[in-house]
Structures are given as structure tokens and as C-alpha cells.
């Protein structure tokens, strides 16, 4: 069993209010090198819950969430850490429209199963 850590995104429109959207999950294992984001933009939520966000611009700040967490070239100074500081830069507390949760811990045989199914369970 490989430990890892999760941490859900979230879409928090109006941050005086805390009222939040779950939108995606950021799941990092140490030991297998692995650092990977999946999200999704449920735009009917998103006209009704915050209509002052389009979803073109989550979409930009998501993929900067992926870009991130893959260590993409066009993903900025951020994206060139290692990927523990990776991880962390992307859990770090903001007060801003995108924020994530406290990181979560736990064990599993497969970090991108059990990625799919905190995604499925926790924003589809």
C-alpha cells in the first residue's frame, strides 16, 4: 500500500460568504512520483451557483491546475518544482475564486484509481 494525499478544489465565487463548489481533486503519492489533477466544470451548477464566473475563465484556472501538477513546460516557474513543492503550492491556503481543501491522507494499492474515485465521489 503507497500513502498518498488528496485535496478537493474548489470554486468559491464569493469568499466572505464560504459557500463553495466542489470542481476537482488533486491526488499526490510521493513514492510513485505521481501528481496528477482531474476536474470538471458543471456549467448549469455554474450559471446558477455563480453567475459572475464564466466558465471559460475556470477552465483557465483549472488548467493551470494541470499544468501544475504535470510539470508542464507552459505551466510557469510554479510547474518546475519538484513535485513535492508542486503539491504544496497547489494546496496552499488562498483566499481567492479557486481554493482547495486541508490535504487528506490515506492508502492505496493504485493512485490513479483511487484518484477516479475520489473525483467520481467527491465532484461528480
Avoid at 31 to 40: C, P, S, V
Avoid at 46 to 63: D, G, I, P, R, W
Avoid at 75 to 103: C, E, K, N
Wanted: charge should be neutral.
Amino acid at each position: 500500500m503507497l500513502l498518498y494525499e488528496y485535496a478537493v478544489i474548489r470554486l468559491v465565487p464569493k469568499v466572505e460568504r464560504e459557500e463553495f463548489l466542489n470542481v476537482g481533486v488533486i491526488l499526490f503519492c510521493k513514492e510513485q512520483r505521481f501528481l496528477k489533477t482531474l476536474y470538471h466544470i458543471p456549467e448549469e451548477k455554474l450559471k446558477l451557483f455563480a453567475c459572475e464566473v464564466t466558465a471559460e475563465q475556470l477552465e483557465e484556472n483549472l488548467s493551470s491546475f494541470d499544468k501544475i501538477s504535470r510539470g508542464s513546460s507552459d505551466g510557469g516557474p510554479i510547474a518546475r518544482l519538484d513535485i513535492a513543492s508542486r503539491f504544496r503550492w497547489l494546496t496552499a491556503t488562498r483566499s481567492s475564486v479557486i481554493q482547495t481543501s486541508r490535504p487528506h491522507p490515506g492508502f492505496s494499492a493504485d493512485p490513479e484509481e483511487t484518484l477516479r474515485q475520489l473525483f467520481r465521489e467527491l465532484v461528480l
